[in-house]
């Protein structure tokens, strides 16, 4: 079944210059872009986004990091998309991500890791709306 996942190219990623080899490994994926936003998110943009992290002991560096320069949020669309993107991310720790995916390839730390991407269909439903309303987002 068609699905839309959010992902973000983190600042890490952006900074090394490396979002377009990035968009490529969602375009050989099979990942339709929908939408796409180059974003410096405020402390408080980043801090809302992340608000289920707000008790976790990184919570602090995690919205220093994601606020240290700009990222692209972009909507993918495919189908199975929210696993299959988590799959092509690779596990959250790049010590611990498998060959091949793009925290592997591109992440520098458990923090800068290159890339988000929602984790559920109700993480999906709350953070596409967050970066982009209706008419930024290309019909299917
Ligand atoms: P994800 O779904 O794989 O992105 O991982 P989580 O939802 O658990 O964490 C959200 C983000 O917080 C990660 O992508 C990292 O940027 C950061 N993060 C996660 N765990 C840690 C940690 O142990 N230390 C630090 N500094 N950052 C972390």
């Known amino acids: 079944m068609s699905q839309r996942t959010l992902t973000i190219v983190k ?10 080899q990035i968009i490529a490994r969602f375009e050989q994926a099979g990942f339709r872009i929908l939408a796409a936003k180059l974003i410096h998110m ?13 008790s976790r002991p990184f919570f602090r560096s995690l ?3 994601m606020t240290q320069g700009p990222c692209l949020a972009m909507v993918l669309e ?5 696993a299959r993107l988590r799959e092509l991310m690779g596990a959250t720790d790049p010590a ?20 988000h991407g929602s984790d559920s269909a109700e993480s999906a439903a709350f953070e596409i709306p967050y970066f982009f309303n209706g008419l930024e987002i290309l019909p299917r």
Do not use: L, M, W
């Not at 405020?42 to 707000?54: G, L, N, P, R, W």
């Not at 495919?78 to 929210?82: E, L, N, P």
């Open 63 to 65: 919205c220093a990091f």
């Open 96 to 115: 611990k991500a498998a060959p091949g995916t793009i925290r592997k390839d591109f992440a520098s730390s458990i923090e800068a890791n290159a890339v």
């Open 42 to 54: 405020t402390h408080e943009q980043a801090a809302d986004f992340y608000a289920v992290h707000k």
């Open 11 to 20: 600042p890490d990623a952006i900074a090394k210059g490396v979002a377009g």
């Open 78 to 82: 495919a189908d199975d998309a929210i």
